[in-house]
């Protein structure tokens, strides 16, 4: 069966990085996208951006570009995510998702605080 | 960012029908239609609907989709407790070359 494992919570400092990575099986990891959508404590869902496995082309959102980098790992099926110059407004759970036309199988997410 | 329009709450009574609304503009919903994720408390969302409104194998019937114009609905029959929950709907967005969400509606059952 499909899953999707992202790794632990993590807790930075306003200006720092953070990078998070997400472990595909059950699925040819190539054959599909990699979505990253983030959700802030009580709030709604955002979409951060996607790669594609196969070729690691990325689109990010408008207002994360520059600030993020989506990479993979095709040897070992897994993707990731950095976000660069956190503020705590970047603080919330971190979801990789499989694009297979749709944003199907979700990972368990990642919490991420950004404090001083 | 522009995004989807979804009420932020609807309460309906146990084994009643609920109908949840999206709308959006003709560089999103209108071309796209729009999937629809369920996500209790605490658990990551969960695809129920897709863009064509089509439901994946392990979704129950009591959940469909459908669409007019640039204003998708999912409609869920014979609620039950565990169908308590938050439900998003999203789609790609031609104009802005990227996926975008509604607010989200949290749905009570009485």
């Known amino acids: 069966q499909v899953q999707v494992v992202q790794s632990g919570a993590e807790v930075t400092s306003p200006g720092a990085s953070v990078k998070v990575s997400c472990k595909a099986s059950?699925?040819?990891?190539?054959?599909?996208?990699m979505h990253w959508v983030r959700q802030a404590p009580g709030q709604g869902l955002e979409w951060v951006g996607r790669?594609?496995?196969?070729?690691?082309?990325?689109i990010y959102a408008q207002r994360f570009q520059g600030r993020v980098t989506m990479t993979r790992d095709t040897s070992i099926n897994t993707a990731y995510m950095e976000l660069h110059r956190l503020t705590s407004d970047d603080t919330a759970v971190y979801y990789c998702?499989?694009?297979?036309?749709?944003?199907?199988?979700w990972g368990q997410g990642t919490l991420v605080i950004v404090s001083s | 960012q522009a995004g989807l329009t979804q009420p932020p709450s609807v309460s309906k009574d146990l084994r009643q029908t609920a109908t949840l609304t999206c709308t959006g503009d003709?560089?999103?919903?209108?071309?796209?239609?729009a999937a629809w994720l369920q996500q209790r408390q605490g658990h990551p969302p969960k695809l129920l609907s897709c863009?064509?409104?089509s439901r994946p194998s392990e979704i129950s019937e009591r959940f469909s989709a459908s669409r007019s114009g640039n204003t998708a609905s999912l409609t869920i029959t014979g609620l039950q407790p565990e169908d308590e929950a938050d439900y998003y709907c999203?789609?790609?967005?031609?104009?802005?070359?990227?996926?975008?969400f509604g607010g989200g509606t949290k749905l009570t059952v009485l």
């Open positions: 998702a499989r694009g297979s036309g749709e944003i199907d199988y």
């Open positions: 059950g699925y040819t990891f190539t054959a599909s996208l």
């Open positions: 790669i594609n496995a196969d070729s690691g082309g990325t």
């Open positions: 003709s560089s999103n919903v209108g071309n796209e239609g």
């Open positions: 863009r064509n409104n």
């Open positions: 999203a789609t790609w967005d031609s104009s802005l070359s990227s996926w975008v």
